[in-house]
């Protein structure tokens, strides 16, 4: 009952949030974000009100509930993502990709070094911050640009790839993140060579598990099966059993959902039921698991850091947009663009979202921000840093990616393609 009551309130909040936010043109994500901030303050100031939902932390069933949500959104994302067109796609998406994920992940590793005091957990702290600054929102981006027209324009694509190659990267610096809270803080060469290890085995066994076992399973259980919606069940069955594999290997699980979604093609797949899956993982994952996800993280800020911090939040924030705008959009001047496409580049990578908050919260729940006892302010407010970072990123990045494409629009013609 508890959690039906849980569900109901959590969902009916949300979504009213991210319809609002939509009506706005801002993005749903930060509307559901946003509601589970303002009803985090709401209860904290009225628990004898809310006594279920204050006591959110403690309850087991929730948190596996938010655990789908993070599975569904890395499955979703992985399923949008067409491994073919980026192979289409010119080195420069790599260049840009690799420009806006090194440099300001230096510069949050930096931040932290300055910033965090010396304990076990430095260089994890360290490294979740260069991870967390080095992140971008495919989906907030693509949004944009499809609102604009530009998603099919040479620029539009550019973007995009180098956001999902960004995506991309940004799942073995999880798995070195992973490692790093498993190993207390700590990775030695022999660990990290390991570490190394497991990554390439994992990737072997789902290269040919997604790429040819699993089809063959499908093709024959579509063949041989009279009950409805195999498609969908074995989709998540290699889901499962990706995150199984990546759980034994030390790895996060949220790879293996990534990883099934990945393979899971139109060339794996007939296109009319690629399509009606891809609608049902969509249904699911947006219209429940999603908006849930994101409000338990709203809940869980405490807005004491933006007064708690306020020096450190304000350059954490700075380094987010500097390092992703001059990493990412010196890339592509180097690649040849003009000053005004790289600098759109540059922004349009800005954007942060589900994978971000995916990685906070691992570190949240791995106790990251808890050492050394007692936590300083800085330490204690990190998760509620960047997740306040995530926030404006999510919602100022459109709105300046809007306004320097619509004075780049007269020249679209001659990036269409």
Not at 188 to 215: N, Q
Request: net charge negative; with cysteine; hydrophobic share 55%.
């Amino acid at each position: 009952m508890e959690l039906l009551y849980i569900l109901l309130v959590l969902l009916i909040v949300t979504r009213l949030f991210g319809e609002i936010f939509a009506r706005l043109s801002q993005p749903v994500l930060a509307g559901e974000l946003l509601s589970g901030v303002i009803l985090g303050v709401i209860v904290k100031n009225n628990e004898r009100w809310f006594p279920i939902l204050s006591d959110l932390s403690e309850n087991q069933i929730f948190e596996a509930v938010t655990d789908l949500g993070i599975f569904f959104l890395m499955l979703l994302a992985g399923i949008e993502m067409r491994p073919r067109d980026l192979a289409q796609t010119s080195g420069s998406a790599l260049i840009v990709a690799l420009g806006g994920m090194l440099f300001p992940m230096t510069l949050g590793m930096g931040l932290g070094y300055f910033s965090l005091p010396d304990s076990d957990w430095k260089t994890a702290q360290m490294f979740f911050l260069g991870v967390a600054l080095s992140i971008t929102a495919v989906p907030i981006t693509i949004a944009t640009l499809m609102e604009l027209g530009q998603q099919h324009s040479r620029l539009g694509r550019m973007i995009i790839s180098a956001a999902v190659f960004d995506d991309i990267f940004s799942l073995f610096l999880l798995a070195v993140l992973t490692s790093l809270l498993n190993q207390t803080g700590g990775l030695t060469p022999g660990s990290f060579g390991i570490l190394t290890g497991k990554i390439i085995l994992f990737f072997i066994i789902t290269l040919v598990a997604g790429r040819w076992l699993f089809p063959w399973l499908n093709r024959i259980a579509h063949k041989h099966l009279q009950t409805k919606h195999v498609e969908f069940t074995m989709l998540m069955t290699s889901a499962l059993a990706f995150s199984v594999l990546a759980e034994m290997l030390e790895m996060h699980f949220i790879l293996g959902a990534f990883t099934a979604g990945l393979f899971f093609t139109r060339q794996s797949i007939e296109e009319t039921l690629h399509r009606d899956v891809h609608v049902q993982v969509e249904a699911i994952t947006l219209g429940f698991f999603a908006p849930l996800f994101f409000a338990s993280i709203g809940l869980s800020i405490n807005l004491d850091a933006i007064t708690a911090t306020p020096v450190f939040l304000f350059l954490l924030i700075l380094t987010a947009f500097i390092g992703k705008m001059l990493g990412a959009g010196l890339a592509a001047k180097f690649c040849g663009l003009p000053r005004t496409e790289a600098l759109a580049v540059g922004i349009g990578m800005n954007a942060r979202g589900a994978v971000e908050l995916i990685v906070a919260d691992i570190a949240w729940n791995a106790g990251l921000f808890n050492y050394p006892e007692p936590a300083p302010p800085v330490v204690s407010n990190l998760f509620s840093s960047v997740v306040i970072m995530a926030i404006l990123a999510t919602i100022l990045s459109p709105m300046a990616l809007r306004l320097i494409l619509s004075q780049t629009g007269t020249n679209n013609a001659a990036y269409s393609k």
